[in-house]
């Protein structure tokens, strides 16, 4: 009966439309839950993968000049999920964002009902406190008792918010003078395995990349301390001005941690300010067996870039960057729009977040943290962090025990396994540059059978040591130790020719 409804049928446009909207919108919960069912279902497949020539043809994205009927927009929702990659699926090991948190999940549907903005008190109240709490709790797994932060639109938003506070505490006056309150060349260092944003603040705050120095890393991808002194020596004589150094806790790739209390030293000495991008790694903060001794020390950084949505599985997205030193944003970013942030409201306008940050539009990214948290507790999330690592540590357990099909290219810090896949006409070759070569080669062709066999998904990639590798990365609830055998049992299956 309600096939041929309209939207003009339901609220607000029908104030007698709210039978029509609820049956629209329960129906449309049904097609969520068919995904939620086949996202936890192993024997249904990760993607349904075409190429981009062939999905438009299976979808109709057209753009109508009359609206379609409400019937129309169920079969649209249903056909976007048909296609989209079940990143909650059990065999999807892909991203450092893996996994289907239902709670986090329920969160996002009530932030998306009440869709509100988060820049003042006066029309996102309960938000804004829950914002307050959880950063402040966060900040307490630091190991602050004070400080400052903010959720921000990615952890590459978050390090260029480190970036800016890092700046305005060296020259207050930038923000209004600009580049000639330095009167000089700033140049910041993070290793050469640190993720891609840390550079690009260099590039999009006009110091050049060539200024963003990158120090050498150790063979387990870990910054080299001595040499980050050396560079700082070398740049300083040439009369730049060393101003910030990012060490990374868990970096994209390999999953290492930078030595924090080594590079602490060396920014206290120096004078220079020290971030931390614990985007990736941040999580392993709520493990006690886990978070020394990779993060010990991380207590001494100035700004700590710490990512929900990767390890502690809040969805998409949820990133937070926290200061030590409180004021410093507000003195950074505030313009003082009068429209928004007036000075004479009726409460206390230190809850009107917005004016901390450089965007005006901020999206509630809080509320799926907090009812997450809420539902696993503290220990919850430990016990989280503690399974991510044990399963790692069992996939690692498994490749060693099959040395003909799999090479473990390191010993992970993390939850990023980074191996070779051996197909059978290598097996017997040494390991040397041309098998390696060979390797590198299968990585893509693999990774190819894979989506198009829907069955698993893992990432692969070069650096700057060698060609192609598959990093795998368990960072999903979903997953078991019969996930990890069956990843490695199709990988063979796939790849063994
Ligand atoms: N921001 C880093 C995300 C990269 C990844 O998921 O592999």
Known sequence: EHCNLKYSDIL???????????????KVVDILLDFIKSTSDRNAKVLDFHHPSDMMRLLDLEIPDTGLTLQQLLIDCSTTLKYQVKTGHPHFFNQLSCGLDLISMAGEWLTATANTNMFTYEIAPVFILMEHVVLQKMRELIGWSGGDSILAPGGSISNL??????????????KERG??????QLVMFTSDQCHYSVKSCAAVCGL???NCVMVPSDDRGRMIPSKLEELIMERKARGHIPFFVNATAGTTVIGAFDPIPEI??????HKLWLHIDAAWGGGLLLSRRYRHPRMTGIERADSVTWNPHKLMGALLQCSTIHFKEDGLLISCNQMSAEYLFMTDKLYDVKYDTGDKVIQCGRHNDVFKLWLQWRA???EGFEKHMDRLMELSEYMVRRIKQMPDKYYLILEPEMVNVCFWYLPTRVRNMPHTAERIKILGDICPILKGRMMQAGTLMVGYQPDDRRPNFFRNIISSAAVTEVDVDFLLAEMDRLGHD
């Open 12 to 26: 607000p446009h029908n104030a007698e439309g709210y039978p029509a909207t609820r049956e629209f919108l329960m």
């Open 161 to 174: 918010y480190a970036f800016l506070a890092a700046r305005h505490k060296m020259f207050p006056t930038y």
């Open 179 to 184: 580049l000639s309150a330095i009167g000089g």
């Open 208 to 210: 050049g990349t060539d």
């Open 264 to 269: 602490a030293d060396i920014c206290q000495r």
């Open 376 to 378: 696993k507790g503290t």
